[in-house]
């Protein structure tokens, strides 16, 4: 490709020069070069720098700029300490996100649109969103419910949630989500080390042409988590429904009209609580703080995804990941939340396409399998839908690879699609992209405000240009408050902090460009990322502890020098056992119904032994490196090894795959 007017010759989009001038992140440069001792020039790249060189001036003015102050006041200091966990944030502040969502959304405007795989459709204003939201929270106060106290919920993709999310939030209290495709086994290793106090939970979600109850996993829920004071039934399926008799109704609570005010609270007060993956063990709860949350979702929201009260946004997601949280942060802006119960690919991958023509979508978030899928299929969308309306995209989950980024801009639109990598840990983003920032097949354009990433060598070192560990050198407000049940903090730091004391190390190899650009290249530890949801391996072998015809397991999620994905299971037979059709499906159900359908395998393959460390530990990171073509000697020391054998009978494993995937190509 030919370079596009002195940019870089990969460059696939250039904002034109009436989309930088109505971008927000145009109208916030000039402010704070007014008013906020911004003395850079008009490069992004300077802006970035300030932004992470004087931490307490940005962050104060994305919170002036976006009103936050007029409604919480300002503080004294906008950061008293900061060093890496023991930051502090807006002390003295006290603030409520669910109250400045509900200030910000026009009354008049719909404000969530909830969609099902069936076709219905129901939608809410912002005053009939504040109508619910405050009925609801009037209701969770009559319980009891506020500051300390946690709320769970095992729910589809629906209206409902979000209500109930805002709910939670207005009375002051912490908010965690599973969603319906996992089995009732996973949610209690969930949310039973948070003792709830209350449960939300919907009769069932809607995939692949099927309705699915979840009525029995719901009682299980109900029986399992004996700190639950009330249960509330959404029926969400079957309206017509008769409710649980020990179940709450939650139809009544939400037409009751009542209101409560707003419970402010101190700015690292916890707002919910996300799930790691569990790559050793139980999930471990990461906590995010009501200010952090806020002023980082405002700032991704506006600043970089270029939200206005005029957009909507549809995002494919599940309550079970981190994007479902940063959609509904698009409230923050004044700007339609579209969720959609149902599969992206049923009864084929123009579903998502479809659903964006009929509602006007603004902003559409995928992950590149979606986009995969629509290629393979020869799916052309911008001739195959109405897509005017569509003004930015955005990817994640994954690696966005360039060819399928060439292919989002000649089939799709000459619109920006951001490639963005961020997660779970922070409920943000650390790299992805602005409207006034070129983008480069391959590459996410820019390194985010206020994130100070680079890429370190194992030494520490700065890289420019080469391969490194994606590390954060200066606090984020966003950055987990604590993970549960972890009163010393060992976890936490432990988790983020011990490869370089004080900096944040995320687990993911990036290299950064000289010109700020940053590339993804995969996890630099043994967690599963599968279509954006991540999963721990751990809760895969315990899925698959009562097949009697395997001896010993061992997943791996490898991601390819081409983005993409592949994730086999390894097993070991048990004496006269043989591996068959009928023991492969066994193997993909127990995964399927006891844990989630997202994570079934892609191959089984039968293997004489599963190497492991001299202490037992299955060696799920060299064998993956092993696999993406590191040499044996490069990831590991035969004498920590209990059977280098079995390791090289891997390696020949991974020498045939990679033969058999360059053959394809």
Known sequence: MSAINGHHPDTLWVPSSDRINEATLTTFTAYARADCGFVGGPDYTDLWEWSVEDLERFWLAVWDFHGLGDLFGSPDKVLNERTMPETDWFAGIEVNLAEYVLTRIPPDSPAVIGLSEAGDRRALTGRQLDARVQSLAAALSDLGIGPGDVVAAYIPHCVEAVIAFLATAWVGATWTAVGQDYAANAVIDRFEQLTPKVLFIADGYTFGGRNHDRLSEAAALSSALTSVLAVIEIRHLNPARAVHPEFVDWDQLVKERRSTPARRVPFAQPLWVLFSSGTTGTPKGLVHGHGGVLVEMIKQLSLHWDLKLTDRVFWYTSPSWVMWNIQVGALCVGATVICYDGSPTWPDARKLWQLAQDEGATFLGVSPGYLEASSSMGISPGKEFDLRHLRSMGSTGAPLSSPLQRWAYEEVGELPLWSMSGGTDIAGVFAGGAATVPIVAGEMSVRCLGVALEAWSDSGEPLVGHVGELVVSRPMPSMPIAIWNDPTGEKQRHAYFEM????????????????????????????????????????????????????????????????????????????????????????????????????????????????????????????KRIFQGQPVEAVLSAAAVDDITAVHYFEGLAIQWRGEKLSRQ
Do not use: C
């Open 500 to 623: 370089f004391p004080g900096v944040w190390r995320h687990g993911d190899w990036v290299t950064v460009s000289r010109r700020g650009s940053v590339t993804v290249h995969g996890r630099s530890d043994s967690t599963l990322n599968r279509h954006g949801i991540r999963m721990g391996s751990a809760d895969i072998y315990a899925a698959l502890t009562d097949v009697a015809a395997v001896q010993d397991t061992l997943v791996l999620g490898i991601e390819d020098d081409d983005a993409g994905y592949w994730m086999p299971l390894f097993v070991v037979l048990a004496d006269g056992a043989s591996m068959s059709t009928e023991l492969a499906k066994e193997l993909r159900d127990a995964i399927r119904h006891t844990l989630s359908p997202r994570h079934v395998p892609d191959d089984i393959i039968a293997v004489p032994k599963i190497p492991r460390t001299r202490t037992g530990k299955r060696l799920e990171i060299p064998l």
